[in-house]
């Protein structure tokens, strides 16, 4: 009974006494591991307080810049024509290369319509002519015997249809119409066959051999292979970049342009220039379009691949050259229109500059820094003016920032 009773009183014991012991230790181990951090940190603190964190940073230098332009557009042929039938007839031959794609050469006929009609229509105003003719010699004969009777028989003066004045006008005049109709009539016999009137392509064709067209009927699209256009729309603050005045006296004088397309997996470039513009904005999106001119844009010349209408091609318009701009990388701007500089004692100085232009890798700075200082490009997020920094060495670009970067090009 009592042994019972004392290992009821133990156990008793240790269910009031465990807690007790498990919380002063872990009381005590709490304490202990707070004192110690507080004493990691601090060392911590200490020591990041006593090293400035390390920039990477750029020399800010004055330069001359072309402020390209960047568009884009689609290649259109300069000169393209519906080929129209001018008679009507059937189609009797068409040219080897009358079809999509098809090339051709100035003078060669691309389509004959049956000219047989024409032909005899020819014939019939050749014998108009020749009795025109006859009537006209006819009427002069008369007319000479007419005036050598008067001279010999009558008196006073002869009028002029006694003379056979007018009806010499009139068969004149008949042999003249007859003369027209006979041209009228050799013109249709020509305009049977549809002639080429410049090298080029077929674009689209719409009859076969054997069919009946009308006069006025669409035959075929063609476009010549000597240029192509490009529209290229140019947003109104792009403009000032641009030396677009001169297109008003002489379309060779507008900016050259670089046209890129990629076939084959490879970049290929093509050069033009701009020869035109639009008169005014466009009313939806406030764009100026510059229309651009290919040569030879259609020709595969010197191992260059030939453009095609309708391919999408990206151009770069050369624009004008400044020479107090300053290129910066992008990873230079803090804030919108904040770059921080690195002043003599090695601290960050705020500086708000006017952004003239950005683009892919860099920004152009008109306003904001002097050149020749060291600008801030990398190695720090969250800059405090006044905050004391250490540079990279010389050469030494931060990871987030390239080598293209840290040397502006022109």
Not at 132 to 148: F, P, T, V, W
Not at 197 to 218: I, M
Not at 241 to 261: D, H
């Amino acid at each position: 009974m009592n042994s019972k009773l004392n290992r009821a009183f133990v156990v008793l014991l240790l269910k009031i006494s465990l807690p007790i012991v498990l919380m002063a230790l872990g009381t005590g181990g709490a304490w202990w591991l707070i004192a110690h951090k507080t004493e990691v940190d601090e060392a911590k603190i200490k020591k990041v307080k006593h090293e400035p964190p390390t920039v990477a940073v750029a020399t800010a230098k004055r330069e001359t810049l072309r402020l390209d332009v960047i568009s884009q557009g689609v290649v259109a042929p300069k000169v393209e024509i519906d080929v129209v039938a001018e008679v009507s007839g059937k189609v009797v031959k068409a040219h080897p290369g009358f079809a999509p794609g098809g090339h051709f050469r100035k003078g060669e006929m691309l389509v004959m319509i049956d000219p047989r009609d024409y032909e005899f229509a020819v014939t019939r105003a050749n014998a108009a002519v020749a009795e025109a003719y006859k009537e006209l010699l006819r009427e002069r004969e008369e007319a000479l015997q007419a005036e050598s009777e008067w001279q010999a028989l009558g008196s006073g003066k002869a009028t002029e249809y006694v003379l056979h004045k007018p009806q010499l006008k009139e068969r004149e005049a008949k042999l003249a119409a007859a003369e027209s109709d006979w041209a009228a009539a050799k013109l249709q016999v020509e305009r049977c066959r549809l002639i080429a009137p410049f090298d080029g392509w077929v674009r689209d064709k719409r009859v076969l051999a054997g069919q009946y067209l009308s006069a006025g009927e669409k035959v075929a699209k063609i476009y010549a292979d000597a240029s192509a256009e490009v529209r290229l729309p140019i947003a109104s603050d792009q403009l000032e970049f641009l030396e677009l005045s001169a297109l008003s006296s002489n379309s060779q004088n507008g900016p050259e342009v670089r046209f890129t397309a990629h076939f084959g997996g490879k970049e290929r470039i093509w050069d033009g220039r701009i020869v035109r513009t639009t008169s005014s904005l466009d009313d939806k999106n406030a764009l100026l379009y510059a229309v651009a001119e290919i040569p030879n844009a259609f020709k595969a010349l010197d191992n260059q691949i030939a453009l095609m209408p309708g391919q999408f091609v990206r151009a770069s318009i050369a624009g004008i050259e400044r020479f107090d701009l300053l290129s910066l990388p992008k990873s230079a701007l803090f804030g919108g229109n904040q770059v921080y500089s690195i002043d003599q004692q090695d601290k960050l100085k705020l500086h708000r500059i006017q952004i003239l232009r950005t683009e892919n890798d860099r920004i152009i700075i008109s306003e904001g820094v002097a050149s020749g200082e060291r600008i801030v490009v990398g190695g720090m997020e969250l800059p405090i003016a006044g905050m004391k920094v250490k540079t990279a060495d010389a050469g030494v670009a931060p990871k987030s920032v390239s080598t293209a970067e840290l040397t502006p090009s022109r």
